[in-house]
């Protein structure tokens, strides 16, 4: 394949060649080409502003026939489409090239280069950062990127490509039970019962997977403490992840015990895979961390939260606790908690999630009413306070539960039913059975994972969020549900602030994602440093609390090599600990402001003879290290 086709373009390369058949016209009024005799079809309409055609080239080579064709009076330009290796999609240059200078290049440096090649400047968006567009006495754009590549003032030129994207049309899954799930979308319907729910009484999440185009990250790990979990359920193996028990002290989990089935639907109602039967959870694609052994013992309480932040759960959903006064919280326990939601997920916490209580009462659990907590109460399938669902002013939010019509959840297989119920109506309501594999579930106990499902979601939309952030994007995107004067200051003590909705959450974090924070400002200028540490490579774990670096000032003399120019010190650490190992010369860093943002400039070494700088620049070029030369006196 022809060197010159290889182009740049984001984090890689694309390989092309000129498409056979196709090309790209520009009519000087827009006009239909179809009508043109020298137009076999037309294609596309409007990539990068050209009509995408193929054309009638008789015994002409399709160059040549380009060519005439853009000699014609109502053409305003013509030009190749490319096809990318690996891909059959058309690639059309728009005729633009960003072009982004090395620091220092001044404006007459750049605009020679502009002249050099006949561009024409379009935009200039930044001192070292413009936009270029070919003219008729240039070459094509394609070529154009490439040789200003190959000029050492220039840090990257990419030509602008345009080409058809996909429509992405999030399609519900096809899980047996799905319809039934009137949790995750509500449209008044029951597939088999005639029973009348609310339309919209739900917690959105279908809304929200269809603006997540999936159903969130599987670098999601949702950590479910309860007891009972069939592991081998269809719709949790395959997914367990870390699993520990705290009663026997093993990864292998106590199960068969009738007593003991709450957290195999609890865990379904967050995690349950998307795999065609069964139901489906409302973060299918996270991980499932289960813990078995709920405790009231503070060394257990301990234990639980401990395993959870040195074992990478995002998210701790737990649906049991206590009102009994008898038994709040001591210090030690909240402590515990408090260690989870401040220095879990690497600083950033986990997100804890309680039960609010199913005693009707105006007591919460003591363990939601941590400050720490998302503590989560239940609605009903008519958008209405459970009844059951415990009330105060410690809780947070309620999401759809039982009360009026509930929920179908994973059974596991020694599960003996409800109690004094005989038959058909052990594992459903209205004793009609949707199979041997699930029941009918509900209280604050399915809301709960419900809520951590929703967590994972915002999670996967904005990975970077702390416990606190996404705490306050829960609240802040509730619904009011009930009545108006039910809230005082936006709280009310049945709904908290309101009935989840997954869909705004998603929408917050996404918006929270693209808000930028800007960096400290360092305090330091121009050091040489020198890492007296190993540094960590490049990882999604944050550099350490503790560094120790050998700084110094550099006199503003003498020769070196530039790298390039990072906005994330994190960079330049790990890129300065690299240089200096490999090449055992000093890195300098020139600390500036560009656009209200930190640039770290990385130059290696200080030589008092150009030669020398330029031995080391030709070393570095060998390697695969673009740089160039730089006196130091002009940083």
């Known amino acids: 394949m022809d060197k010159k086709l290889i182009v740049k373009s984001g984090k890689g390369e694309l390989k092309l060649r000129k498409s056979k058949k196709l090309v790209g016209l520009k009519s000087a009024k827009n006009k239909n080409l179809q009508k043109k005799g020298y137009v076999d079809a037309e294609h ?44 059959n999609r058309p690639l059309v240059p728009t005729g633009e090239i960003y072009i982004t ?13 502009l002249d050099e090649y006949s561009l024409e400047l379009v935009e200039r968006r930044n001192p070292l950062l413009l936009i270029a567009a070919v003219t008729d006495k240039s070459p094509n754009p394609i070529k154009v990127a490439n040789y200003l590549r190959e000029i050492s003032m220039i840090q990257s030129a990419e030509p602008d490509l345009d080409t058809y994207l996909d429509s992405y049309d999030f399609r519900p899954p096809g899980d047996s039970l799905f ?11 029951l597939p088999d019962s005639t029973h009348a729910i609310k339309v919209g009484a739900d917690a959105k999440v279908l809304e929200a997977w269809n603006r997540l185009g999936g159903m969130g990250s599987n670098d999601i790990t949702i950590a479910v403490i309860d007891n009972g979990f069939d592991t081998n359920h269809p719709d949790l193996r395959g997914k367990i992840y870390k699993p520990w028990d705290l009663w026997k002290n093993s990864a292998s989990l106590t199960t068969g015990n009738p007593r003991f089935t709450h957290g195999t639907p609890c865990a379904s109602i967050a995690v349950a895979a998307s795999n065609g039967t069964g139901i489906v959870g409302v973060a299918p694609n996270a991980r499932f961390m289960p813990l078995s052994g709920t405790s009231f013992s503070v060394r257990a309480t301990e234990q639980m939260f401990d395993y ?26 909240s402590a515990a908690i408090r260690k989870a939601a401040k220095e879990g997920r690497n600083g950033k916490g986990c997100i804890i999630l309680f039960a609010g209580g199913n005693d009707g009462g105006s007591a919460i659990n003591f363990y939601g009413s941590h400050p720490d907590v998302i503590c989560v109460g239940a609605s ?23 009360g009026d019509w509930p ?64 705490r306050e994007i829960v609240i802040s995107t509730a619904d009011k549900v009930g009545n108006p004067w039910e809230y005082t200051a936006g709280h ?43 540094l960590p490579t490049a990882s999604p774990t944050p550099i350490g609390d503790l560094l120790r670096f050998s700084v110094r000032n550099q006199a503003s003399e003498g020769w070196g090599v530039q790298i390039g120019a990072f906005a994330d010190f994190k960079n330049v650490l790990e890129e300065s600990k690299k240089l200096e190992e490999k090449y055992s010369t000093p890195v300098i860093l020139k600390i500036s402001e560009s656009n209200n943002r930190h640039v770290f400039k990385i130059i290696l070494g200080a030589f008092d003879k ?26």
């Open 44 to 87: 596309f309409q409007h990539l990068g502003g050209f009509q995408v055609v193929s054309l009638q080239t008789e015994d002409q080579s399709l160059d040549d026939k380009l060519d005439s064709i853009r000699q014609e009076k109502d053409i305003d330009r013509g030009t190749h489409v490319y096809i990318a290796e690996g891909s």
């Open 179 to 189: 319809s039934h799930q009137w949790y995750i979308q509500n449209n008044g319907r």
């Open 492 to 534: 009310s003590v049945k709904y908290g602030y309101g009935r989840v909705n997954a869909d705004r959450a998603v929408a917050e974090a996404i918006r929270r994602k693209k808000t930028f924070t800007p960096q400290p400002k360092p305090t330091v200028s121009q050091p040489v440093i020198t890492p007296s540490t190993p």
């Open 407 to 470: 929920l179908i959840a994973a059974r596991a297989s020694w599960d003996p039913g409800r109690p004094g119920q005989n038959g058909k109506f052990k594992f459903w309501y209205d004793g009609k059975s949707r199979g041997s594999n699930y029941k009918h579930f509900g209280g604050t106990s399915a809301a709960t994972p419900m809520v951590a499902g929703i967590c994972a979601l915002i999670l996967s939309a904005n990975p970077d969020l702390t416990a606190r952030e996404v």
């Open 308 to 333: 959870c932040i040195k074992n990478g759960a995002d998210i701790i959903s737990c649906s049991w606790g206590t009102t009994d006064p008898n038994f709040a919280l001591n210090s030690m326990k």
């Open 101 to 113: 200078f090395e620091e220092g290049v001044s404006q007459e440096e750049q605009n020679i280069v």
């Open 610 to 635: 150009v030669n020398d700088a330029k031995k080391l620049s030709d070393r570095l070029k060998a390697d695969g290290t673009n740089g160039f030369l730089r006196n130091l006196k002009d940083l």
């Open 380 to 402: 009903t399938s008519q958008d209405q306070h459970a009844a059951y669902s415990n009330r105060g002013r410690e809780l947070t939010v309620v999401a759809p539960s039982n």
